[in-house]
């Protein structure tokens, strides 16, 4: 039973666009989600967080959107750039599993020159 | 570089050897946890621990697999008998004071041949 849910594996968007990553979750009683960028041969680098009392969290040219009704958030990057291709997970975090992270299975993001 | 350490970055067993891998905190961080992803998946919880004290390993398979945090040196997973399934990228991460937000170190890429 999977929690949480990246539904589109890979993602290609030209430079200068609008990148926009999904997440679909199914457990209500986070308390934070997380956005970690990942590549190859390398550990995920975190990027951005949102706390579950917030619906909007801003840093740079990333914002996270969540929508609890939905049980949905997003990770919009504007403008994208080609350093931006990599691997991106959503994660929840809840006080109550001791903070361990239950990552998505991933998007790819490719954004071409 | 004071960033999440962790050695050696490859490391190759036969079925039947015993795999240890190490992880050092990022300075000021007394918290660890151990994450595995396999091909095409994402990062899979194991085990969170403190200096000296294991706190959740639900995640870990209940046998071959132990993980230490002594109070000097860095924390341990150890994996006996390795068996072809065990060949994955094991991640470990830290944080300060249970913080939701956990860094990653670059991982160890285990080949069980």
């Known amino acids: 039973d999977q929690q949480v849910k990246q539904n589109s594996p890979s993602l290609s968007v030209q430079e200068g666009r609008i990148s926009i990553l999904n997440c679909d979750y199914t457990n209500s009683m986070f308390d934070y989600f997380l956005w970690y960028k990942k590549y190859p041969a390398e550990g995920p680098t975190f990027l951005i967080s949102i706390s579950s009392i917030k619906d909007k969290n801003e840093d740079g040219r990333f914002t996270v959107f969540l929508n609890k009704s939905a049980k949905h958030l997003s990770l919009h990057i504007v403008p994208s750039q080609p350093g931006d291709s990599a691997v991106y997970f959503c994660?929840?975090?809840?006080?109550?599993?001791?903070?361990?992270?239950?990552f998505g299975s991933g998007t790819q993001l490719t954004v071409l020159p | 570089n004071a960033g999440v350490m962790q050695n050696p970055r490859h490391l190759v067993r036969r079925r039947g050897q015993e795999a240890r891998l190490r992880c050092s905190p990022m300075?000021?961080?007394?918290?660890v946890y151990w994450y595995r992803q396999l091909p095409e998946e994402g990062l899979k919880f194991m085990v969170y621990l403190q200096k000296e004290n294991i706190i959740d390993e639900s995640g870990m398979p209940k046998e071959r697999f132990s993980a230490e945090f002594p109070k000097e040196g860095p924390s341990i997973l150890r994996i006996q008998q390795v068996v072809r399934g065990d060949s994955a990228a094991y991640f470990c991460?830290?944080?300060?004071?249970?913080?939701?937000?956990?860094?990653f170190g670059p991982g160890t890429r285990l080949t069980v041949t």
């Open positions: 300075k000021g961080h007394s918290h």
């Open positions: 994660a929840d975090s809840r006080r109550s599993s001791a903070r361990q992270l239950t």
């Open positions: 991460a830290s944080s300060r004071d249970n913080s939701y937000e956990q860094y």
